[in-house]
């Protein structure tokens, strides 16, 4: 084991996966000569050259068209649209064209594509750069949808999602680039599966239900917690879409309380997707009803006081488990 | 003229008359269509090819079977042209288990692997930028095969026709964007829709190669096409070709045209069908006689007579067929464990 940032877990996932397999490449804007936005991909312009990793103009339907297209003529692409807020000017072809081809075309064709994304707030990005929006791509059947919270994780679910037959969003919080953790030595083989999520912290009495950015805060929370008696075991879902609902269940059947906990919007969105799947198939298990943490109803605001209050944080989570754990006897 | 068309297009008799077999059959094939369409057994849209079978007959006559085609939802002809068999075009056009798409696609998706026709795409311009993508597989591969994308004169005002012919000649990609401009993109005349009635400066603002053909005349787009063709296959880059044609009919079967006059239609029909205008270049070399034409009209017809029996008599999807092939593994929204649920207590 190493401890390596959540960028370099992602680098040598692209570095390895590209060096398994000639059929796998990389493109988008700024990813060779500049090494990514996020130089997730420095020094691999050196390393693999031009024909591996490709600039594009910063024209995101073709990014994704030459993606696309490309992974019909049968290679693997690793397309990097810089943040989720620009997927927007291809979501076109994601949702109309990827999402469907090998169902609409009879099982014929497979779009074994890989998008990467930055999401999320927190870094005073202002309204056009902070957004989650995963749960808009997680409502399409026949897309994958992940988003990983530690570098092992990173690591592994990038080299199942090259892997994969099938199209996958990979989405990446900016906040954790710079995240350290264990992984394991360079050649090392591993890989995390697509549809599996985990258990960060076992606890007794109430189960948080939580993915990206958020596993961190609501592991600060758990701490918190566990000082006043209250034992919480936190599930990081790892994947949106296929979702690992017994993981969730399974807790439930333990802890008989749930919070869901996210970073995006409240309506319409995962949290409240989660929330119902629970009370449609663990009803009868829950003593309380499914707490929801998650950001404000307002575009993300510039002011970094106001960022801060538009963000759910470690306190939201404390309130929003407290609210239905009743308070340990010796803890009043 | 006719002589040296004929000539140059370095074509045999037998090559000459399979491609007037091939005009014809996909015209009848898409009369047949409509006919099933206003019977009820044919749903949701229908665009037909008729008035376009020198376009695309003279274009895809010009490519080898190992090129791609990526094209938009007036696409049974091509598909029909690429190989695929018109039973499996047609069974599709009834949502029937047996079409090239399983029937899960319809009209506007047909497809095949086997025989590289990569869709029919419902979302106008989607197929430039699919397209370019398959393109730079190919360079990528160092094969020698090339992608033709074929779109109406409505795509080239979508955003992804200049994002894809920008980058297929930055990365010299071994593509064909074939425009069959057919002057209306539904009801938008191209006259009201562009503001530079010709698409050769679009091409050139890209360092794209342009032809300009009349989509009418299959030898002369024939020829177009083999040397865009040769472009590509020499890595010489992009060629952006404007195929000038005409749909005889409405933009979908529920179109009745009100944004053009029946005069107009009336001169298209009269003076410029391709397939006539084939007929009368071959006759005038002697190469096809009036009773030869009766022959193929009445062959097409029996062909079509049986592609339409086929397409009735086969079995519609099964209901299990409804989860299949949403993504490889099977998985849905949710990835269960496979275990029983324990209830409570």
């Not at chain 2, 190469?287 to 022959?295: Q, S």
Request: aromatic share 8%.
């Amino acid at each position: 084991m190493r401890t390596i940032t959540f960028r370099d877990a992602l680098r040598e996932a692209l570095r390895e996966e590209m060096a398994r397999d000639e059929r796998v490449y990389i493109l988008g804007e700024d990813i060779a000569g500049y090494g990514g936005t996020y130089a997730v991909t420095k020094g691999l312009f050196e390393e693999f050259g031009e024909k591996r990793v490709r600039d594009t103009p910063l024209a995101e339907e073709i990014i994704i068209g030459t993606a696309l297209g490309s992974a019909l003529g049968g290679l693997r692409p690793v397309a990097e649209l810089m943040t989720i807020n620009f997927s927007l000017l291809a979501s076109d072809l994601i949702i109309n064209s990827a999402a469907k081809f090998r169902y609409m075309f009879g099982g014929q064709p497979s779009i074994p594509m890989v998008i990467r994304m930055t999401a999320g707030g927190g870094a005073q990005r202002g309204a056009q750069h902070s957004q989650m929006l995963e749960s808009m791509y997680a409502h399409i059947p026949g897309l994958k949808v992940v988003i990983p919270a530690t570098p092992y994780d990173a690591k592994g679910m990038l080299k199942s999602a090259i892997r994969d037959d099938d199209p996958v969003l990979f989405i990446e919080h900016e906040l954790l680039y710079n995240l350290k953790g264990d992984v394991p030595d360079e050649g090392e083989e591993y890989t995390v599966p697509l549809n599996r999520g985990i258990v960060r912290r076992e606890g007794k009495d109430v189960t948080l239900v939580t993915f990206s950015r958020m596993v961190h805060i609501c592991m600060q929370a758990a701490e918190e917690l566990a000082k006043e008696g209250i034992e919480t075991e936190v599930i990081d879902l790892r994947s949106i879409r296929p979702i690992d609902l017994d993981l969730v269940l399974d807790s439930l059947r333990k802890t008989n309380r749930v919070v869901v906990a996210e970073e995006g919007w409240k309506y319409y969105g995962t949290g409240q997707g989660v929330s119902a799947l629970i009370y449609e198939h663990g009803f009868d298990w829950l003593d309380a009803p499914v707490g929801h943490v998650h950001g404000r109803d307002v575009p993300m605001p510039y002011s970094k006081p106001l960022e801060q209050l538009a963000l759910p944080a470690r306190n939201d989570v404390i309130a929003a488990v407290k609210a239905i754990v009743p308070q340990p006897a010796g803890a009043r | 003229m006719a002589i040296g068309n004929i000539a140059l297009a370095g074509l045999d008799r037998e090559q000459l008359l399979h491609m007037h077999y091939q005009m014809v059959l996909i015209r009848r094939f898409e009369e047949k269509a409509a006919e099933e369409y206003t019977l009820g057994k044919i749903g949701g849209f229908l665009h037909l090819y008729i008035g376009q079978e020198a376009s695309g007959v003279g274009a895809l006559s010009a490519l080898r079977p190992g090129d791609y085609v990526a094209s938009s939802y007036r696409e049974h002809g091509h598909a029909i042209l690429k190989g695929v068999d018109p039973k499996l075009v047609m069974a599709e056009l009834y949502g029937k288990a047996t079409g090239c798409s399983k029937g899960r696609g319809g009209s506007m998706h047909m497809y095949s692997n086997e025989h590289r026709m990569i869709g029919g795409q419902a979302i106008v311009g989607a197929q430039l930028a699919i397209g370019t993508g398959i393109g730079f597989a190919c360079q990528y591969q160092n094969t020698s095969d090339i992608v033709t994308v074929m779109f109406g004169d409505g795509a080239v005002d979508e955003g992804a026709f200049h994002e894809s012919l920008n980058l297929a000649s930055l990365w010299k990609l071994p593509v064909v964007y074939y425009c069959e401009n057919n002057q209306y993109s539904m009801g938008m005349a191209v006259t009201k829709a562009w503001a530079v009635t010709s698409l050769e400066p679009r091409a050139a603002g890209h360092g794209v190669a342009y032809e300009h053909v009349d989509g009418m005349d299959v030898l002369a787009v024939r020829e177009t096409m083999q040397r865009a063709a040769e472009r590509a296959r020499n890595g010489e880059g992009p060629t952006l070709i404007e195929s000038v044609t005409y749909r005889f009919r409405g933009h979908s079967m529920t179109d009745p045209a009100y944004y053009r006059t029946r005069d107009e239609e009336a001169r298209w029909r009269s003076t410029r069908d391709p397939i006539t205008l084939f007929e009368e270049q071959l006759k005038e070399h002697d190469l096809i006689t009036d009773d030869e034409i009766n022959a193929t009209n009445e062959r097409v017809d029996g062909e079509v007579e049986e592609i339409a029996r086929f397409a009735e008599e086969s079995p519609v999807p099964d209901a299990d067929e409804l989860y299949e092939d949403v993504l490889a593994d099977g998985s849905g929204a949710i990835a269960w464990r496979n275990k029983p649920s324990t209830p409570r207590d």
